[in-house]
């Protein structure tokens, strides 16, 4: 799909879910147009471009996070989240950096063998079903042998009578499987199961080795074959995981997950102004930031990173940093570091009109989602327009008081506008209730009262 997107398209997609931050959009677009240009050269010449990586700069709650991951699904990229504050330099408590492009392999590989399991999901489906029949069959069998033999006439051919006879009933069988009437019927399969004598749980620091333990000692301790009884409903899911593992290539599979990485792989480093030293240096606790940053720096600049499936390159992967940076500047990093994000966009604050849009305007706006909810109850809710523009004025009154935490101010006070009738909604089932403006000051004025209450629940 990807190659297919226009700038345009993409901003107008990122439009759907995202309001304003037009800036930003335009950025992340036309790092997927290049991608995609880049892609059509030849490879001499491909090899030589490099991703035009992006810092975001601007408060909490405005969309940066929302921006990365909705370009990952809309072009079906690995698409890997992490906190710049979970990384400290080798030596210092903290996971290594390396294991984000571990991480976002083996992200990958979960992508494409789900892809490979959707193409091959009908033909594995008719396996399960034969399977479960030749369960089914050789049950029944043992007990109308016996009656077949007193029953049958003696005459020299009988054969094609039996096959036939077992023919319909088989198909029989399959009628009912179908019509999942079998579902609680107790049938005998075989299963397989590790042999490990030992579980494996890998250590922290033992994922640098780029190691597996199972692969190492697989050849030792093959699966086990043994014969379960359960009921056919859990037989066919786990029928269903075994011809699975034999009907895809996973070599195949890991190959392609690598491919991706390398050529379509976006990393979304979130808190990066974390990491920066506090102007004029200092030790103490934040000893490790500047060790971080050097850690980052060979991977996101291009390394070739050992997994357990194999070496993984960086050269290609999209590099998405993002920070408030309301202590310090993206000047303040290493410049090493800041050379390899060239372009940085600043995002705006969120106004009173832009959190009455985020109300209204997204495909997976706040509104829906509390009408979906609430309609599993069959409770039917409608807020007037009144009411969303007072929701909108109190989040960016409490944003302007308190700390700016963008939309995400919009989730308390909804939440805390709709408790009543979420708590009571299963004896409110068939009503049609509506929200206006009186209700939604009513819910909230003891707490808006106190700036001291007000403080601790929105």
Excluded at 25 to 34: D, S
Excluded at 49 to 56: E, Q, V
Excluded at 165 to 186: A, D, F, N, P, Q
């Amino acid at each position: 799909m990807e190659e297919s997107l226009t700038p345009e398209e993409i901003v107008r997609e990122l439009d759907k879910y995202i309001v304003g931050q037009s800036e930003a959009k335009k950025c992340v677009a036309i790092a997927l147009r290049n991608r995609m240009r880049r892609r059509m050269l030849p490879p001499e010449i491909a090899e030589e471009i490099t991703p035009k990586n992006i810092i975001m700069i601007g408060p909490t709650g405005v969309g940066k996070t929302e921006i990365a991951r909705r370009i990952a699904k809309l072009t079906n990229a690995p698409f890997l989240k992490v906190e710049a504050t979970k990384f400290t330099e080798v030596g210092y408590v903290g996971r290594d950096v390396e294991s984000i492009i571990r991480d976002l392999t083996e992200l990958a590989i979960r992508m494409v063998k789900n892809e490979r399991i959707k193409t091959q999901e009908e033909r594995v489906r008719e396996i399960v079903e034969e399977r479960i029949l030749d369960a089914l069959m050789a049950q029944d069998s043992g007990r109308d042998e016996e009656a077949d033999l007193e029953s049958s006439p003696r005459v020299d051919v009988v054969w094609p009578t039996v096959s036939a006879s077992l023919t319909r009933t088989r198909e029989k069988l399959r009628e009912k499987l179908r019509r999942r009437e079998l579902e609680e019927r107790i049938i005998e399969i075989e299963v397989e199961e590790s042999s490990f004598p030992v579980e494996f749980v890998a250590a922290s620091g033992m994922e640098s080795l780029g190691i597996d333990l199972r692969d190492v000692f697989g050849s030792l301790f093959p699966p086990r074959r043994k014969r379960k009884r359960m009921k056919i409903k859990d037989a066919r899911e786990v029928l269903f995981n075994q011809e699975v593992q034999r009907a895809i290539d996973m070599d195949d599979v890991v190959q392609e997950a690598i491919r991706r990485v390398e050529e379509t792989g976006i990393v979304f480093i979130d808190e990066i102004d974390k990491i920066v030293s506090p102007p004029g240096g200092g030790y103490g606790p934040d000893v490790s930031r500047g060790g971080v940053q050097r850690d980052l720096l060979p991977i996101v600049e291009g390394s070739t990173v050992l997994t357990k499936h194999g070496p993984v390159r960086t050269n290609h992967i999209l590099f998405i940093a993002a920070g408030a940076f309301s202590q310090s500047k993206p000047s303040d990093l290493l410049p090493e570091l800041q050379g390899r994000f060239p372009i940085r966009v600043e995002l705006s604050p969120l106004s009173e009109e832009d959190l009455y849009r985020i109300l209204v305007e997204p495909y997976n706006s706040l509104v829906k989602q509390y009408k979906a909810l609430l309609s599993t109850e069959g409770v039917s809710i409608d807020f007037t327009e009144d009411a969303l523009r007072e929701i909108a004025h109190i989040a960016y009154s409490l944003n302007e008081k308190m700390e700016n935490i963008g939309a995400r101010r919009l989730y308390t006070v909804v939440e805390k506008v709709l408790q009543d009738i979420s708590f009571n909604a299963p004896r409110l089932k068939g009503q049609h209730i509506v929200i206006d403006r009186e209700y939604v000051r009513k819910q909230l004025q003891d707490i808006l009262k106190d700036e001291d209450v007000t403080r601790y629940i929105l």
